[in-house]
């Protein structure tokens, strides 16, 4: 049932039974906003495309194992969370995580 009109968020697309793509998990304050602008700027600087989903779902965040926001996840696995990154350290995580140099 849809109460109080309520859009539904749509499930990230899974490959292999995990979300793909990188994922910004918080509730969209100014710190979640940070880490997503950290986040694109890191991308853009690795060369790839600076998409980025923000999860404001708290239960699929907590479904998710992350209880501190803003947290960042790549290709479904969580990278880190309860601080928001510096554009070097967000683009560090992501090429660990990618296995990129």
């Known amino acids: 049932m ?3 009109g309520k ?3 749509e499930a990230a697309p899974v490959q292999g039974g995990q979300a793909s793509g990188i994922q910004v ?3 969209g304050c100014a710190k979640c906003n940070g880490l997503e602008d950290a ?6 600087e690795l060369g790839q495309e600076p998409v980025v989903e923000h999860v404001t779902d708290f239960v699929q965040i907590a479904a998710m194992g992350v209880m ?5 996840a790549v290709d479904g696995k ?3 969370s309860g601080r928001v990154l510096t554009k070097e350290e967000a683009k560090q995580l992501i090429q660990e995580a990618r296995k990129l140099s």
Request: net charge positive; proline share 4%; no cysteine.
């Open 2 to 4: 849809n109460l109080f």
């Open 7 to 9: 859009k539904k968020q």
């Open 25 to 27: 998990l918080g509730s």
């Open 39 to 44: 986040v694109k700027a890191a991308l853009a």
């Open 68 to 72: 501190t926001t803003p947290a960042l």
């Open 78 to 80: 969580v990278v880190s």
